[in-house]
């Protein structure tokens, strides 16, 4: 039975001494949950593509005290060679991880579906959609997560034998684009992350006998590399107002702030008893765009 003292916030979602590792952590959705952890305690690892954002990335938003943001790699999540270099590394520097962020993602080719004409509505797909470019979104939303969960699972469950049964976790980075029926132009990035979605549930069920817990947040309109197109030089991006108001489907009016982002990561990170889930933090998007 816990008592009252036991209910602080400061308790409740300290990660002090984890060890998390984020792919894709060097900007976006990624780079907040770096410093959601860094910032209570944790020593995060982030890898991805670019050495030099991920060098950026841990010099912007060291958190001066307690916890650290250390770049590792670089690692190219779409081959098994870079996963297992990956996990090599880690393993010479560490004994266990209790969280793994799968936020390395991209959002593929653009064809908006605007037009009632089925023979324009051919052309407009059919010449700016390509078999290759469905198969790298497919490959690098959802084939690489599976592939950088298998990767580190010996890591993950080192964990539960120092913090506990189902403790060590896996955050997965869907969309509530891979939840809703509304394509937004980008069919191919929509049907990857209802990929996602699914992955997420399938590692929860077949690797909880390995006591890894599986889980995913599903964001809206954050800031990212995929939403305003670009960093500024501490790896962090801005959507306008505007923007997101335009889209007429967000009824907060805005894009998500980091904190709210880093909120759902200490959320599922330390709540054990949450497993399976899709948390949707999306401004209240699918209560107006139908879902499936």
């Excluded at 980075?173 to 394509?183: C, F, N, P, V």
Aim: proline fraction near 3%; hydrophobic fraction near 40%; aromatic fraction near 6%.
């Amino acid at each position: 039975m816990a008592g009252t003292h036991d209910m602080r916030a400061e308790k409740l979602f300290s990660v002090k001494d984890y060890v998390c590792v984020i792919t894709g952590g060097g900007s976006g959705i990624g780079l907040m949950s770096a410093q959601a952890l860094a910032a209570n305690g944790a020593k995060v690892y982030i890898t991805g593509r670019r050495k030099e954002a991920l060098e950026a990335a841990a010099k912007s938003h060291d958190p001066n005290g307690g916890g650290q943001i250390i770049p590792i790699g670089p690692c190219d999540v779409t081959k098994k060679d870079d996963l297992e270099n990956l996990y090599q590394e880690l393993s010479k520097k560490e004994k266990h991880i209790n969280l793994l962020v799968a936020a390395a993602g991209i959002s593929g080719e653009k064809a908006e579906p605007d037009t009632e004409n089925a023979t324009d509505l051919k052309g407009k797909l059919w010449n700016n959609e390509t078999f290759e470019g469905w198969n790298e979104t497919y490959n690098t939303d959802v084939t690489s997560v599976y592939f950088s969960v298998v990767a580190l699972l010996p890591l993950l469950q080192a964990a539960t034998e120092t913090h506990g049964h189902l403790s060590a976790s896996v955050i997965v980075i869907s969309s509530m684009s891979g939840i809703m029926r509304h394509a937004q132009g980008h069919f191919s990035y929509n049907a990857a992350k209802g990929a996602t979605v699914h992955l997420t549930k399938l590692m929860s069920a077949e690797f909880q006998k390995a006591r890894i817990r599986v889980n995913s947040i599903a964001p809206g309109y954050f800031p990212s590399e995929m939403t305003a197109k670009e960093s500024d030089e501490n790896q962090k991006s801005h959507v306008p107002d505007e923007k997101i108001q335009e889209k007429g489907h967000v009824p907060m009016e805005r894009a998500g702030h980091d904190q709210e982002m880093a909120q759902a990561v200490l959320f599922l990170t330390k709540n054990s008893y949450v497993n399976g889930e899709i948390l949707a933090v999306d401004g209240g998007v699918l209560n107006v765009v139908a879902g499936r």
